[in-house]
């Protein structure tokens, strides 16, 4: 009895007899060595045309967004601060009424080394819509405030977050502090925003930094239906002696600082924006 051809599927030979399909019979291939199938494998990586799809283009988002802010923070610190500002833990979180803040002492190690790291957050929700250059303003902002904590004069025990000494280095990076964001307003007080002085260093240090094709990627998703309702405007009184702040619902209402016993004028919004103003 005639013993059986093994037959390799993947390399049938076939032979057309009219309808009909004859199976012919082909001798077994030798089975590679584990050197061969290396060899193979390493020719297949070297076409570009396989390195190209296999090749990870893309970082992780969180490299992607968080490394952006760290090497604005670098380049600024480098520009602007001569490279002596310490390094800090930059994080995005969505703390409201405020585009970014500045927190001594925050993390420490967990080797209980006594060593503690600093921290600077920054709001995303604050800057839908808006420019990179006008986002990194913020984190400028707030490396004011780690400058101050780093080199500034000892402060008081109720100092003011935002008083004379931060507001003139603010100024002199090119960052107008104001407390309504736009002209006229106030350079010092509780709660402060502050607007792109053009021309000053600031804005020579982004368009620098823009130049090396750095940019932001992401930005806050605008949730409908995700707000809650708006509250009723206040009014904020300031007594121009000790700072005192005071919201009333009223916009002319009679408010006055016992401790001082002068009148606490309300705050007037700008009449203008910078923009408008640099017309």
Same mark, same amino acid.
Not at 23 to 33: H, I
Not at 74 to 83: E, H, R, S, V
Not at 149 to 152: T, Y
Not at 239 to 242: A, I, V
């Given at each position: 009895m005639a013993k059986k051809q093994n037959l390799k599927r993947s390399t049938v030979r076939t032979k057309k007899l009219g309808n009909r399909v004859k199976?012919? !019979?082909? #001798? /077994?291939?030798?089975? !590679?060595?584990i050197d061969e199938l290396l060899d193979a494998a390493s020719e297949l990586l070297d076409d570009p045309a396989i390195s190209a799809l296999t #090749? /990870?283009?893309?970082?992780?988002?969180?490299?992607? #967004?968080?490394?952006?802010f760290q090497q604005a923070f670098?380049?600024?610190?480098?520009?602007?601060?001569?490279?002596m500002l310490q390094n800090v833990i930059i994080l995005l979180q969505r703390r409201a009424h405020s585009g970014g803040h500045f927190s001594p002492d925050r993390f420490t190690y967990r080797i209980h080394n006594g060593v503690r790291e600093h921290e600077l957050s920054l709001n995303p929700d604050a800057w839908v819509g808006r420019t990179d250059e006008w986002i990194i303003s913020v984190l400028l902002h707030e490396m004011c405030h780690l400058w101050q904590?780093?080199? $500034?004069k000892k402060q008081r025990k109720n100092y003011s977050y935002h008083d004379k000494e931060w507001a003139m280095r603010m100024e002199s990076l090119g960052?107008?502090?104001?407390?309504? $964001?736009?002209?006229? $307003?106030k350079r010092t007080g509780q709660q402060m925003q502050h607007?792109?002085? !053009?021309?000053g260093a600031y804005q020579q240090a982004f368009t620098a930094l823009a130049a090396g094709g750095w940019e932001l990627k992401l930005e806050s998703t605008i949730i409908a239906g995700a707000d809650k309702k708006p509250k009723k405007d206040k009014t904020k009184y300031t007594?121009?002696?000790?700072g005192l702040n005071m919201w009333a619902n009223i916009p002319d209402a009679d408010i006055s600082c016992n401790s001082c016993r002068c009148v606490m004028p309300a705050e007037r919004p700008a009449v203008q924006s910078y923009d408008q103003a640099a017309e």
């Open positions: 199976v012919l !019979p082909v #001798e /077994k291939a030798d089975k !590679p060595s #090749e /990870k283009t893309d970082a992780p988002i969180t490299v992607a #967004e968080y490394s952006g670098d380049f600024l610190n480098a520009k602007l601060f001569d490279g904590h780093q080199f $500034g960052l107008m502090p104001s407390n309504t $964001g736009a002209v006229g $307003g607007f792109v002085i !053009p021309g007594c121009p002696s000790c």
